[in-house]
Structure formats: structure tokens, C-alpha cells
């Protein structure tokens, strides 16, 4: 388990801690107030390599591994959880997806788009009904010669309206069939799919979540993803992957909280000194601190 950084990634983590502080950090509280996603600051992410930080360099990504993609997520989320999270979604979700059961011609056709930033992605698995009980999900697709006509409604989807691509479980077998679920790609402005209800959320507000629904969305049988009815077996796969990058990001926002602590701590004097001279705040901040280096080094382990 490597526990030091090399030179190289010192570099990269610099870089973009540099470009939170410039980019993100000025804005924050503004795109937080108006829930406003910043679709232009994904781009320019993108030209940075971190909207493709796992896809390999053939395909227009960044070609790094989760070490460097763990460390990029903690970076951004340490100056805004929202970014941080939208850009985890992006990377592991659905450029994940179709980075690893993609054929060679899918992911010639979307990963440049998404490793770029030129394109968004979202990823639809859950519904109102069905969030770890996937299985009995009622988003179906049926075969109608060479396209499958797809019908139902994916709930809390990270950049389900703005997403410019999706990756999207549906049921094409029985109920509570393990491989009764494929995994389908569908481009947006396709007839029949569209953005729906937006949460009014409580944080992370300048992250867009909202709902994905289809209505007789015809989607060409060219854009499964890997076979018919294996598409929970990938999600399950693609889901152990994405709890690495929501546990970078927890960490991310926890160093941010204790960077701010720690210097407010600094700042604030009462009965004429810091704060931060005071034992029961100083056993505070230690707390925080011991917390985060063990979820550091769980998250390294995983």
C-alpha cells in the first residue's frame, strides 16, 4: 500500500489544488445559493485530465490509476463536496461503465466525448422504489427488432437533466432475476428520454440531481453494453469501484472541514488567546484528525 506520494503526483495534486482554489473556491457559495451547475468549469476540468483520469490515454483520457484519481477527488472536495461529487459520478459511473464493458467501438464513440468534458455523463440504477433492491426495479426495456423500446423513470441521478449521456439499467428478463438486467447506453436527445423532476437538496446543491424518464425511447441494440441480462452483475461491479471514489470524497470534505477548524481555531481568541490553546478544543481537532488518517488508510486499503 503505497502511504507517500512521488514527485509526479505531488505535481498533479499541486495542480489541482491550485485550480480548486482559483477556479472553484470564488464561487462556491454563489453556485450554492442559485443550485447552479457549472457546466463550463467541467470542461475546462477535462482539459486538466480529470474528467478522464482512469481512461487510458487511447482514448483520450488521463491513463492514471484510483490512487491519483483518490487523491484528485479530495482535492476538489475539500474547496466544494458539489464538484468533487459530480465529477466522482462522471469518472466512476457511467465513463466507468463503459470504460470497462464497453466493446472497442463504444468506447471509441463515447469515452473521448466524456474524458474530454465535452460531454457529461450520468448513470441511472435507482428508482423511487429501488435503491439497494435493485432487482425489483420497474424500468423495463422489451426487444423490438433491432432496437430496444425502453419505458420508466431512474430517481436521484446525478446530472439527469444536464447529462449529455447515460448509461441505464433496465429490466429485460422476470422480476428478481439477477440476469434479467442489461445495461444500455442512451444519448440524450433521443426521442422519448428527457430530464424531470430536480431535487431541492440540502447540500451540495451546485451538483444537479434529478430524474431521468423515458417514455417509448427507442435505443439501437448497438448501444448495449456487454450482453443481455448481465447488466446488474456490471452494475454491482461498477458500484464497488464508485464506493472508493464517495469515500474520497467524504474524506476530502472532512480535511476541508478540519483545515477550516484548525485555522479558525487559530484566529478566534477569547480570555486572550487562540482558542486553540484551549484543551477542549484542541482534543476536538486532534479527534478529527485521528478520524481522518484512519478512513485515509482504510480507503488506501480498499
Not at 155 to 164: E, P
Not at 212 to 223: E, L, Y
Request: net charge negative; hydrophobic share 40%.
Amino acid at each position: 500500500m503505497q502511504l507517500t506520494l512521488t514527485s509526479d503526483q505531488r505535481l498533479i495534486r499541486d495542480s489541482i489544488r491550485d485550480f480548486a482554489l482559483k477556479e472553484i473556491l470564488p464561487h462556491r457559495m454563489e453556485w450554492d445559493e442559485s443550485q447552479h451547475f457549472p457546466r463550463d468549469l467541467f470542461q475546462r476540468m477535462g482539459e486538466l485530465g480529470l474528467m478522464g483520469m482512469l481512461v487510458p490515454e487511447q482514448y483520450g483520457g488521463a491513463g492514471l490509476g484510483y490512487y491519483e484519481y483518490k487523491m484528485a477527488i479530495e482535492e476538489l472536495a475539500k474547496v466544494c463536496g458539489s464538484i468533487g461529487l459530480s465529477m466522482a459520478a462522471h469518472n466512476s459511473l457511467c465513463t466507468g461503465h463503459i470504460l470497462q464493458f464497453g466493446s472497442e467501438e463504444q468506447k471509441q464513440r463515447w469515452l473521448p466525448k466524456l474524458a474530454s468534458g465535452q460531454w457529461i455523463g450520468a448513470w441511472g440504477l435507482t428508482e423511487a422504489n429501488t435503491g439497494s433492491d435493485a432487482m425489483r426495479m420497474r424500468c423495463v426495456a422489451e426487444k423490438d427488432g433491432d432496437e430496444w423500446v425502453l419505458n420508466g423513470t431512474k430517481n436521484w441521478i446525478t446530472h439527469g437533466i444536464t447529462g449529455d449521456v447515460a448509461v441505464v439499467l433496465a429490466r429485460t428478463g422476470e422480476l428478481l432475476d439477477s440476469r434479467g438486467i442489461t445495461a444500455f447506453v442512451v444519448e440524450r436527445g433521443t426521442p422519448g428520454f428527457s430530464g424531470g423532476k430536480k431535487e431541492n437538496k440540502l447540500g451540495m446543491r451546485s451538483s444537479e440531481t434529478a430524474e431521468m424518464i423515458f417514455d417509448q425511447c427507442r435505443i439501437p441494440a448497438a448501444n448495449v453494453l456487454g450482453e443481455v441480462g448481465e447488466g446488474f452483475i456490471q452494475a454491482m461491479k461498477i458500484l464497488d469501484g464508485g464506493r472508493i471514489s464517495i469515500a474520497s470524497l467524504a474524506l476530502g470534505m472532512a480535511k476541508g472541514a478540519l483545515e477550516t477548524a484548525t485555522q479558525y481555531a487559530k484566529e478566534r481568541e477569547q480570555f486572550g488567546q487562540p482558542i486553540a490553546r484551549f484543551q477542549a478544543i484542541a482534543f476536538k481537532l486532534a479527534d478529527m484528525a485521528t478520524s481522518i488518517e484512519a478512513a485515509d488508510l482504510l480507503t488506501l486499503q480498499a
